[in-house]
């Protein structure tokens, strides 16, 4: 038997993180055929067979470029593709996944990227007792973070029962970061872990490009409430409800959800663990190349 050997190159971090990082959000514990003397192995070493480029990294490579598959691991608008780059891909890649070609001709391929993402904390919880969460971030250039921004402000002046987290509670004012709902930086998967639903905006829409945003907490079994990927349901089904971008629409949309939590739950018939296979990297990296 020959093991698909695969070296993962990264711009952001090493070959090393990137093996413990698959290998965590996949579980590859629990894979059968992945081992270092069964089918599928990620090596740091140079005896790979195969290589995975993550975003703009360049590395000189001495295997055959159908053994290369490249992920973007953000949304073109942030990734900045450079001129050097593109030509690297044309000479050196098989396939690049990319959430929307804009033009771009092979090997780029509109396809999702196998983001790592959050599996739920030890302790979960399984009787879910509060109704919703979000989470929003200082940032506001993306109209992602836009428009995270327009429904926490309508959230907070509305008084509506939803806990907030993140990094952008810091700069409320003082009056409303002492709000019990305003909860502020959190731990791993904290907002999803007791909650039934949580608003996921992507910082852009794309065709194909999405995130932990929608992948970690439906792994915790929070029903995302969710504005981003236009094809999400060929990856989740049907576990998320579905927001417009439209912003009276989306308030209309959270206020119903807070009324008639159970009438959004009971539509749901797709399981994490279904949604888990289809997204898990290494189970599906043999059919990838």
Known sequence: ????????????????????????VCKSHLIENYGEDKEIYITCNDDYTHAII???????????????????????????????????????????????KNGLKKPFVEHHGFMWFDHPSPEKVINKKNVMSMIFSEKNSAPGH??????????????????????????????????PNIKGVFDNTEPYDDYIFTISIENFTSNKYFSEKIISPIMCGTIPIYLGCKNIEKYVKDFYVPM??????????????????????????TTKEEIFDTINFIKNVKNLF
């Open 244 to 269: 417009t971008g439209v912003y009276k629409d989306d308030i209309a949309l959270i206020q119903d959800v807070l009324q008639k939590p159970y009438q959004y739950m009971k539509d749901i018939k």
């Open 146 to 179: 836009k428009y995270r921004h327009a429904l926490i402000v309508h959230i907070i002046n509305n008084n509506l029962p939803i806990d907030i987290y993140g990094r952008g509670c810091q700069f409320l004012p003082d009056h409303l970061r002492n709000r």
């Open 1 to 24: 038997m020959t093991t698909m050997k695969i070296k993962v190159f990264s711009d952001f971090c090493t070959s090393e993180v990137c093996k413990e990082k698959f290998e965590k």
């Open 54 to 100: 993550l975003n703009k990294a360049m590395p000189e490579l001495k295997i055959p470029k159908n053994n290369v598959l490249g992920l973007a691991c953000e949304p073109v608008s942030f990734l900045s593709l450079t001129p050097e780059f593109i030509e690297y891909a044309k000479t050196n890649i098989g396939k690049y996944f990319i959430g929307d």
